[in-house]
């Protein structure tokens, strides 16, 4: 069980390594998590995020563990973005970039875990959600929260022990394996003693405040950045609140 663990963890991070030199954006060591695909929490998903979301059985026949990663974004990465007036375009090209390379995750684990007769499915990193509603099929970043992998900030991003400031990709597979434990402590400093409100007040479009977010009124805005940089490809990222807070990275 633990070898097929560290072999998913050397996998993940022999792509990111290989894959990473022909990518400007620079990535942190990967977190990983792993959950039941039979957690109660999954069926919970679609009151949560919304009733087209999708269970690990409906990835997988036979599904027994999903399996969740989280590609941290450096520090520098960050302060551009946190510094930029704008969106900074090496921010908006790891949005597509990384992408990219969680896709080539995906496929390189699902190969290599054939290989031990372990069947492996997954989602694309994004643009897998309802354009009306904007609810996704399914939500990484909440199979990330399943898997232990953080908690919830006021942003509604999850913030893990490395930070918010990075991209979650996930899989479903057919082999038990041990889940991770939920944390032990919550990462929103404004959840955990009203310190911090920094990403409400850094939100450029106004869509979040304390009481929550106006997803429409985001994604307005996420579409004007993804026209700004049209020669990019689809480029719908802001990641402001990811970036303005202490906990966009933590060490």
Known sequence: M??????????????VL??????????RPPLLGYASAGNPLFQQLKTAVGPEHLLPQ?????????????LPFTGELVKNNREHAYVARSWAEAYIETNTLISLCCEELATTLAAYGIAAAWQKPTHNFDPAKLSAQWSHKHIAYICGMGTFGVHQMLITPYGCAGRFGSLVIDRTLTPSPQPAEQFCFYHRNGSCLNCVKKCP??????????K??????????????????????????????????ID
Not at 2 to 15: F, G, H, S, Y
Not at 205 to 214: H, K, Q
Not at 216 to 237: H, I, N, P, T
Request: aromatic share 8%.
């Open 18 to 27: 290989e894959r990473g030199k022909s990518m400007k954006t620079r990535y």
């Open 58 to 70: 409906d990835l997988l026949s036979g599904a027994a563990t999903v399996v969740c990663f989280y």
């Open 205 to 214: 479009s106004g869509a979040l405040t304390r009481e929550g977010l106006d």
């Open 2 to 15: 633990e070898d097929i663990k560290e072999l998913i963890n050397q996998t993940i991070n022999r792509v």
């Open 216 to 249: 429409q009124k985001c994604y307005s805005y996420l579409l004007e950045v993804d026209a700004f940089f049209a020669d990019l490809g689809l480029c719908d990222a802001c990641g402001k609140c990811a970036c303005c807070g202490p906990c966009a990275v």
